[in-house]
Structures are given as structure tokens and as C-alpha cells.
């Protein structure tokens, strides 16, 4: 669906040095786009980053911070980007009750420096602004919550999402919506796992590290539900989007990205799938926890399944599979430049493994 579409066109990932925008970058680089990587290297610094050489896949690489104006409007300027792609947030609901000022300041005012900037552009692109599944107002709603449900949160971090969503709908509705120069929707997702993510309490990275150090992982909220996808899902979604609004399609609109129901497990199914495929790793199941998380969290996805034909591609047990396989590739010091691209290319064989099956 987006093979040429990037081929040669340059692309701005604002966030690139993070989890996703790091695979982002590999995948563009994979489909030969022109690729300019924009963030501040000490927030959210993945390993895939540096492991995978991202650098070196990029035209150019700007760090500063997204509250800049001036510094992003000329960034922007100057590359005339076909694709912005925005990732740049503080990511982690732990760190928004640590310090909510820091979180809503990048969240929003990141946000809303982008959106003044891209409204008044003289050059035609293509914007897919990131944010959350934890816009939603989380009411423990069984069924997934599609895009046109509440917005909200009772935490720094998904308040902040939702009001980045908010922000976006007015400025769509005042400015984008009139402007034929601009396409730009949003995208919800959350819960992702993959190769490369080094953030503080999240489960896989706290997997890892305690296996590594032959240590017991302490976990939280084993009954709790999460729609885990790795990483490569969401952002074959992006990708996706990106090459129907560049045909003037789906120009103003949100779309969820997430696992099918039955992707949705508890900590504890995964905890257990993660002992099947790592020797000698221990976990102990902890009482402890700083700051409120809901149980239940789902998306529903049969908007994105229905207007862009796109469908999760691995099932629960590969997506374990492939994300411990790269941090034992990783840690065995092999290429993982290489083996990026190889899990990019073993990835859109399920795709077309899915598609045909299907036919």
C-alpha cells in the first residue's frame, strides 16, 4: 500500500531518537524516503537509537526541544517536508506525576508550537500527529473505545494527550480545513513493546535489565489487562495513513491502532510467555505501586480496519518472540542495523502471509 509512496520524499520525524520514532526512522530508511530527525537527544533516548545507527539513516539531524518556536519554525522551513511525522512527548504516566509541569509543557506546548507553525506553511505536506491510547477517559469500558469517545484522563500524561487531541480538532476546524496545502490526522496507540526500549517502569525494559543482572523483576498489577502490539504494528499504521492522506483521503480524522481482543493479556499471561522464551529469568509478583493505573484498557480498531484495510499481523506469542529476539541479538553484539531491517522485512512477510490467506 506504501512501498513508493516515501521512495525519495522527505520525511521529518520530530522524536526520532525515541522507541518508535527510532524503528520509524529504520522503516522509511527501509522504503528509501529522505529522512530528517528532529529531537532533544537526552529525553527519551532509545537503544535502538544507537544500536541501529538511526544517525547514520538520516539526511540531516537537528537537537533541540519541541518548545523552541523559533528553532522549529525554521527547522521546518527549511526541510519543506512531503510527511511530518510527531512523536516528541514525555511518554511515561510514572514520570507525568514526578513532574506533570515538565510533562504538559513538552505535551502541549510542543504540540501547539507544531500546529501554529504547520498553519502557516507555504509548501504542501503531510502531518501525522501521535498521541495516545490514554486520551480516551478510561471508565473501564470492556468493549474498546473507538475514536469518537470521550476524551480524557485523571494523570498528567493522559490529560495532557487528550488536550493535544482537543488542540488539534481546533485548529483543524479553524485553519488546516480550509488549506489545501495541508492533510493531517491523528493516531492513538499505546502499550507498544519491541527491540529497544530502555524506559524506567515499563515491563519489558524491567524484564530485561533484571535478566541481564540475574536479578528478580518485580511486577505490578498482574491481573491488569493491556492491548500489548509490538512495535512494528502502530507504525505500519502510520505509514500507512500517511500514503492515504497524501491522496487527499481521511484529511481531519483519528484513528486507533491496537492488538485484536485476543492480543489483550494480562501482565501475568505475558509475564509467563516472557519465562518461555528467556533462560533463567525470575520475577516476583510486587504490591507496590507510586501512582494509579486502570485495569482494563482496550481499543477499538474498526475504523482503521475498515477505511485503511489494516489489521494487526502478529499474534500474541510472536510478538514476545520478536522483542526478546532482538535484545538477545543485541546482547550477542550482533548488527542490529541489520537485524532491524530484518525484523521490518520478516514483519511484512506475516503481512502478506495474512493478505493472501484472506483471498
Keep these: 500500500m506504501f512501498n513508493s509512496c516515501y521512495k525519495n520524499k522527505k520525511v521529518l520525524v520530530v522524536g526520532h531518537t ?155 476546524q479553524s485553519y488546516y480545513k480550509y488549506n489545501k496545502k495541508i492533510n493531517s490526522a491523528t493516531v492513538r496507540a499505546g502499550n507498544v513493546i519491541g527491540g529497544g526500549d530502555v524506559s524506567q517502569n515499563r515491563i519489558i525494559p524491567d524484564c530485561i535489565k533484571s535478566w541481564k543482572n540475574n536479578k528478580k523483576t518485580q511486577i505490578r498489577n498482574p491481573k491488569s489487562t493491556r492491548p500489548w502490539q509490538h512495535v512494528l504494528e502502530p507504525i505500519g499504521g502510520y505509514l500507512l495513513l500517511g500514503s492515504y492522506l497524501a491522496k487527499n483521503k481521511y484529511n481531519g480524522e483519528s484513528f486507533n491502532f491496537g492488538p485484536t481482543v485476543k492480543n489483550s493479556k494480562s501482565v501475568k499471561y505475558l509475564i509467563n510467555e516472557v519465562k518461555k522464551n528467556l533462560p533463567n529469568f525470575k520475577f516476583q509478583f510486587s504490591k507496590v505501586n507510586s501512582f494509579k493505573e486502570h485495569n482494563l484498557l482496550q481499543l477499538n480498531c474498526k475504523k482503521a480496519k475498515e477505511k485503511l484495510n489494516w489489521n494487526p499481523r502478529l499474534s500474541f506469542k510472536n510478538t514476545v518472540k520478536f522483542t526478546l529476539e532482538w535484545y538477545k541479538r543485541f546482547y550477542k553484539k550482533e548488527d542490529m542495523s541489520d537485524y532491524c531491517i530484518y525484523q521490518i522485512k520478516k514483519f511484512i512477510e506475516y503481512e502478506k502471509k495474512n493478505k493472501n490467506n484472506k483471498k
Design 18 to 172: 525515541g522507541f518508535k520514532g527510532s524503528w520509524l526512522v529504520n522503516w522509511l530508511y527501509y522504503l528509501e524516503a529522505n529522512i530528517y530527525g528532529l529531537s532533544k537527544k537526552n529525553i527519551n533516548r532509545s537503544l535502538n537509537y544507537d544500536s541501529s545507527n538511526v544517525k547514520k539513516k538520516l539526511k540531516k539531524e537537528y537537537d533541540f526541544d519541541v518548545r523552541n518556536f523559533s528553532k522549529l519554525k525554521n527547522t521546518i522551513k527549511t526541510i519543506k517536508p512531503d510527511y511530518i511525522f510527531y512523536l516528541a512527548a514525555q511518554s511515561l504516566v510514572g514520570s507525568s506525576y514526578n513532574d506533570p509541569h515538565e510533562t504538559w509543557t513538552i505535551n502541549l506546548l510542543g504540540g501547539l508550537n507544531l500546529l501554529e507553525i504547520i498553519k502557516k506553511i507555504n509548501f504542501k505536506t503531510n502531518l501525522i500527529l501521535i498521541t495516545s491510547d490514554k486520551c480516551y477517559e478510561n471508565i473501564e469500558k470492556k468493549s474498546g473505545y473507538k475514536e469518537s469517545d470521550t476524551l480524557g484522563g485523571s494523570d498528567p500524561y493522559s490529560a495532557s494527550k487528550a488536550s493535544v487531541e482537543i488542540l488539534y480538532k481546533s485548529y483543524f
